[in-house]
């Protein structure tokens, strides 16, 4: 065998992946060539350079990109499926500050965050954008543990020093000597859990945090995640806070926190005008987190309109303001936000399974670099679908197979998971 292909591996399986939003490629029985962690390409036939590689037949299961999730809360996971009859800030004050309060105690977090970690395992997601709390060393242990687990993402320290309890607040000289920990120890360009800036929201920040977070952003080159027009009253309290800013977006832009580096904001329930553009132009991608939205009661994310006007969404789980960390049930809870939608505007047509599919895995994938797709040059980043118990005769397609997994499927239909080529193990709980 040549030399050149002696890390290639091979995968035969049913592949299906979307190059494009509205589109599934998929190939029945295909090939798929990984080196070093990195797709090589896709084939019906295996070439005759590839012939006398390994290969890994997977019969007849589905080989997918695997799940990105694009906001979650890692401290908030014990509160999963609590206090969903509470609005936003209310919610906010009475169950997840004093949840987060507990994780200055890094046993505790321990506890907590190794659980997360194999939950994010259990459904699949191999990568994730995650607020920790405000807690260092806690923070540090969340990153370590990701590390441990093979799995990627982006992890923020949470900056805020107002609006909330005493013990979740620091001083702008705590942020900065945080941030340069963090930087020192996880920022390589080749790393898979590296840090992000995390200002929580513009209520929890005083104008000197929100331009620190600004400055280590644009020091570092770092990206940015916060949240953003999720919820009316939110929007009214920045309105009082930020009097001199056009909007909610205006505020964090005002700042250097809205696409002058990489920039993730969740839900957007409320944007539209001046502030839809102002994402658009900024390069702002978007998590939408259809669950969250639901449950705290903010209202339901105009995805079309966000599509439509060139801004690039991923999807999160938003736990614990979401109940569910399966990125598979937001796209279901996505495509059905758009419907109604739909009901009320038939210029807004609703969002098909591809649509929801690419917004998981390539539109996601993006912020990471090339991940969420089985193009060339892209991270081998997939999961292995059995789905034969959901079968129930041989007629289905192997996209009406797809579609039945994602609707009524679960974590035990995972058969197999791969971050950067790596098989990933179940992580220790």
Partial sequence: MNTIYNKVQIYRANIIYTPESKHFEVVPHG?????????????????????????????????????????VHAPQYRNQGLAMDEELLPWLQNYTF??????????????????????????????????????????????????????????????????????????????????????????????????????????????????????MASKYQLPVQSHLSENLGEIEWV???????????????????????????????????DELQMLSKQGVMVAHCPTSNFNIASGLAPIRR??????????????????????????????????????????NTFLSLSEAFWMATKSAGSFFGKVGSFEPGYDFDALVIDDSELLIDSDYTLLQRLERFIYTGDDRHIAARYCQGRLIPEPQV
């Fill in 31 to 71: 090939y798929i060539a990984v080196s070093d962690g990195k797709v090589e390409g896709v084939y019906t036939q295996l070439p005759k350079h590839l012939e006398d590689c390994p290969v890994t037949d997977l019969g007849d299961r589905l080989l997918i990109p695997a799940m990105n999730d694009m906001h």
């Fill in 306 to 347: 966000l599509l439509n006007a060139g801004i690039a969404v991923g999807l999160g789980s938003d736990i614990s303001g979401g109940h569910d960390l399966s990125i598979f049930r937001m796209m279901v809870y996505a495509v059905q936000v758009s419907k109604m939608h739909y009901q009320r505007d038939k210029q």
């Fill in 98 to 215: 004093p949840e987060e309060l507990k994780f200055a105690d890094v046993a505790y977090a321990e506890h907590i965050y190794r659980r997360f970690i194999h939950d994010l395992w259990r459904f699949g997601t191999m990568r994730v954008v995650a607020f920790a709390s405000i807690h260092l060393e806690s923070t540090r242990l969340l990153m370590k543990l990701l590390q441990q687990a093979g799995m990627g993402g982006r992890v923020g320290k949470v900056n805020m020093n107002r609006n909330c309890p005493e013990g979740l607040q620091e001083s702008v000289s705590e942020a900065w000597e945080a941030c340069d920990a963090l930087v020192s120890e996880f920022e390589r360009p080749d790393a898979l859990v590296r840090p992000i800036v995390t200002p929580r929201f513009i209520p929890s920040c005083t104008p000197e945090m929100l331009e620190a977070c600004g400055q």
């Fill in 239 to 273: 309105k009082q806070l930020e009097p001199e800013s056009k909007h909610y977006a205006d505020a964090y832009n005002r700042y250097g926190l809205l696409g002058q580096t990489p920039t993730i904001m969740a839900h957007c329930v409320w944007t539209d005008g």
